[in-house]
T-cell receptor, first 115, second 111 residues
Framework: NAGVTQTPKFRVLKTGQSMTLLCAQDMNHEYMYWYRQDPGMGLRLIHYSVGEGTTAKGEVPDGYNVSRLKKQNFLLGLESAAPSQTSVYFC??????????????FGQGTRLTVV | EDQVTQSPEALRLQEGESSSLNCSYTVSGLRGLFWYRQDPGKGPEFLFTLYSAGEEKEKERLKATLTKKESFLHITAPKPEDSATYLCAVQAYDSNYQLIWGAGTKLIIKP
């Protein structure tokens, strides 16, 4: 059982370049999330989705776009990378968003460096 | 403003030395408090959810408790494999189901 899979695991971008991070889950979860994790800070929500075809902004959405064309996939795009977007990105999914079964399952992360 | 503060930032213990990690929170109305464990280079792994003051949950050497202002993660007789960063997150009723995360406590258990 793969759970949540992120690709790629590592990436170095030049300032101004664009890229897409792919997240795939095989648990049939409705909810999917993209977070970034920076040293000394808590995880911060970038965008999330409450089901296929839906997306919503989180706490730090600027400079990112997302799409959820298929239930199992959630893509995070960087339109024009900036050094401030150097971070570790985590994708997560959950069955529900409140009450029981709200625990999130995380991917292994993508370490992105923008130079 | 909703806020989560974890302390200490780092904790070094000898194997078998019990201790507690703290998660203090300020939210308008708590829907749930979550504990996760994160190993280096990996994503967080779910441990517990607590919903109301007085609630306790246990898993092996870990026990999580909740009051109206904070949660504790008690570690009894820890082993080196318990070394990890422990993350706390809260969900408020007015948050659109989003979580507010603490920065974590890095726990090191020396053999």
């Amino acid at each position: 059982n793969a759970g949540v899979t992120q690709t790629p695991k590592f990436r170095v971008l030049k300032t101004g370049q664009s890229m897409t991070l792919l997240c795939a889950q095989d648990m049939n979860h409705e909810y999917m999330y993209w977070y970034r994790q920076d040293p000394g800070m808590g995880l911060r929500l970038i965008h999330y989705s409450v089901g296929e075809g839906t997306t919503a902004k989180g706490e730090v959405p600027d400079g990112y776009n997302v799409s959820r064309l298929k239930k199992q996939n959630f893509l995070l795009g960087l339109e024009s990378a900036a050094p401030s977007q150097t971070s570790v990105y985590f994708c997560a999914s959950s069955k529900t968003a409140a009450g029981e079964n709200t625990e999130a399952f995380f991917g292994q992360g993508t370490r992105l460096t923008v130079v | 403003e909703d806020q989560v503060t974890q302390s200490p930032e780092a904790l070094r213990l000898q194997e078998g030395e019990s201790s507690s990690l703290n998660c203090s929170y300020t939210v308008s109305g708590l829907r749930g408090l979550f504990w996760y464990r994160q190993d280096p280079g990996k994503g967080p792994e779910f441990l517990f959810t607590l919903y109301s003051a007085g609630e306790e949950k246990e898993k092996e050497r870990l026990k999580a408790t909740l009051t109206k202002k904070e949660s504790f993660l008690h570690i009894t007789a820890p082993k080196p494999e318990d070394s990890a960063t422990y993350l706390c997150a809260v969900q408020a009723y007015d948050s659109n189901y989003q979580l507010i995360w603490g920065a974590g406590t890095k726990l090191i258990i020396k053999p």
